[in-house]
């Protein structure tokens, strides 16, 4: 039997989820549906299967997230790196011919989709595997329960073992289409899920976009590893073009198979499809964090820190973030795409962080600014080191909250422990390390004429950043 490698597309930018999701913490990496994140949850789903360690593939930005979120759920696994987004043929494209010594087969995930059926997921993938060792290319089509306009369809053609030929694969319907769709019987989701031999892909990527095999070819021909995460070469690889793999490959392949999938699929692409896959009370109301509800039916409410407080509402979208609010008409739900847009021509920063930022050493959280101010509630991780670094325009004061800091503040290292500070004039080296078991809590005062995060000026990273 072939070795199955799971590869994990963690590339999306879930806009129609804001403003939980943003550019450096998108929706895969977020706990919607379960305790766990998307991605978590992705991994998690593989446990019945007989896998070798997965790859992901994501971009740069989100490259300690995924270390991070694999690390706590104790997986390891190669963090493939696309210096640029160009869809997913070409992504899939880097995972194969990496493998190419190998030839596994590939089982290609979404980092953010939802599944509630694990065994009905391993029954589909366990049907389609003599399907993929065989040389087809095998999609996965969801069984529809609902006319879905926001879904590509897949038509199934004639019977094979396990499976179906795939017929021909459709747009995204309007409603009258998509109930004749529903109605024929013939007609499954567009999973975006697929499993097929490394080989098998690129011999068919080559015979129908062999521009996009010769310039991924060239990308990783020049390829280096840094911990777990394999960078390709970057020139090569901007200047290859970007398709998906249903164009690229799937709609013109003679070898394309279908296998149905009934496992409670949906790839939440809005507040709306969360409502749906999220449990609810007596009232329809889908509800997280401290919320107080009198007379309200059918609404998706979720906090952070609040209390979220409603009367006599019906079929809204309610979601308190530490900075924005939305709220929204439930059937609505997929416009915010269009407050991103706005947010993004006004170059405002809620559209791109949280105000809780994640780095591979901790987090931060900006708890106050003003015109030459700010501070921030810093967390350490036990062990880990911020960089070496210095700043042109501000100084800093710290203050330790718990744990024990060493820092490094110009010639001087020394111990701060908690109730005590100290004070980082403006171009002075310095580095902040929590040497203990326990994380480490300080407040930050930054003061200056320019506060901005490229304002750092780093000399020496454990984590390889610039």
Same mark, same amino acid.
């Given at each position: 039997m072939a070795t199955l490698l799971p590869v994990v597309l963690a590339g999306g930018a879930g806009t129609r989820l804001w403003p939980l999701s943003r550019t450096l913490f998108p929706k895969q990496f977020l706990p919607l549906a379960a305790q766990q994140s998307m991605l978590q949850e992705t991994l998690n789903r593989l446990g019945d299967l007989e896998t070798v360690p997965p790859t992901v593939i994501c971009n740069e930005e989100h490259r300690f997230i995924v270390a991070e979120q694999l690390r706590a759920i104790g997986r390891v696994g190669q963090i493939l790196l696309e210096p640029v987004g160009?869809?997913?043929?070409?992504?899939?494209?880097?995972?194969?011919?990496l493998q190419q010594q190998e030839d596994p087969l590939l089982m290609v995930l979404a980092a953010d989709h939802v599944i509630t059926d694990t065994e009905a997921f391993t029954r589909? @993938?366990?049907?389609?595997?003599?399907?993929?060792?065989?040389g087809a290319l095998v999609t996965f089509g969801v069984v529809p329960d609902s006319p879905h306009t926001g879904y590509g369809y897949i038509r199934r053609g004639d019977a094979c073992d396990g499976g179906f030929r795939v017929s021909q694969f459709v747009e995204k319907p309007d409603a009258k289409r998509a109930q004749a769709y529903l109605s024929s019987g013939e007609y499954y989701w567009n999973s975006g899920m697929f499993l097929f031999r490394a080989s098998r892909y690129l011999?068919?990527? +080559?015979?129908?976009?062999?521009?996009?095999l010769s310039a991924c070819q060239g990308a990783v021909s020049d390829i280096s590893r840094d911990l777990d995460f394999v960078r390709v070469a970057t020139e090569a690889f901007e200047a290859c073009p970007e398709d998906s793999i249903d164009y690229a490959v799937m709609e013109h392949t003679e070898a394309?198979?279908?296998?149905? *999938?009934?496992? +409670?699929?949906?790839?939440?692409?809005?507040?709306?499809? *969360?409502?749906?896959?999220?449990e609810h009370d007596e009232r329809g109301n889908a509800l997280r964090g401290d919320v107080l509800?009198?007379? %309200?039916?059918? %609404?998706?409410?979720?906090?952070?820190?609040?209390?979220?407080a409603a009367v006599g509402v019906d079929d809204l979208v309610v979601v308190d973030t530490q900075d924005v609010l939305l709220v929204a008409r439930r059937e609505r739900a997929q416009e915010v795409k269009h407050l991103v847009e706005k947010l993004k021509a006004q170059g405002r920063e809620e559209v791109i962080c949280h105000r809780k930022v994640f780095r591979p050493w901790g987090n931060y959280d900006s708890i106050d600014h003003g015109q030459r101010y700010q501070v921030k509630h810093i967390t350490v991780k036990p062990g880990a080191k911020l960089s070496v670094q210095m700043h042109h325009h501000r100084a800093e004061?710290?203050?330790?909250?718990?744990?024990?800091?060493?820092?490094?503040? +110009?010639?001087r290292t020394f111990l701060v422990t908690e109730n005590e500070s100290t004070y980082i004039p403006v171009g002075v080296v310095h580095a902040l390390?929590?040497?203990?078991?326990?994380? *480490?809590?300080?407040?930050? @005062?930054?003061?200056?004429?320019?506060? +901005?995060?490229?304002?750092? @000026?780093?000399?020496q990273d454990n984590y390889g950043r610039t």
């Open positions: 160009r869809n997913t043929a070409p992504a899939l494209a880097l995972a194969a011919l589909a @993938v366990e049907a389609a595997t003599p399907l993929a060792e065989a011999q068919e990527l +080559g015979q129908h976009r062999p521009e996009i394309a198979v279908m296998v149905p *999938l009934n496992a +409670g699929w949906s790839d939440v692409g809005a507040w709306s499809a *969360l409502w749906d896959v999220r509800l009198h007379d %309200c039916d059918n %609404c998706l409410i979720q906090g952070d820190d609040r209390l979220i004061h710290w203050v330790v909250v718990s744990g024990t800091a060493r820092v490094t503040n +110009g010639e390390e929590n040497p203990g078991k326990v994380p *480490l809590e300080l407040i930050e @005062v930054q003061s200056g004429s320019y506060l +901005g995060e490229d304002d750092i @000026v780093r000399l």
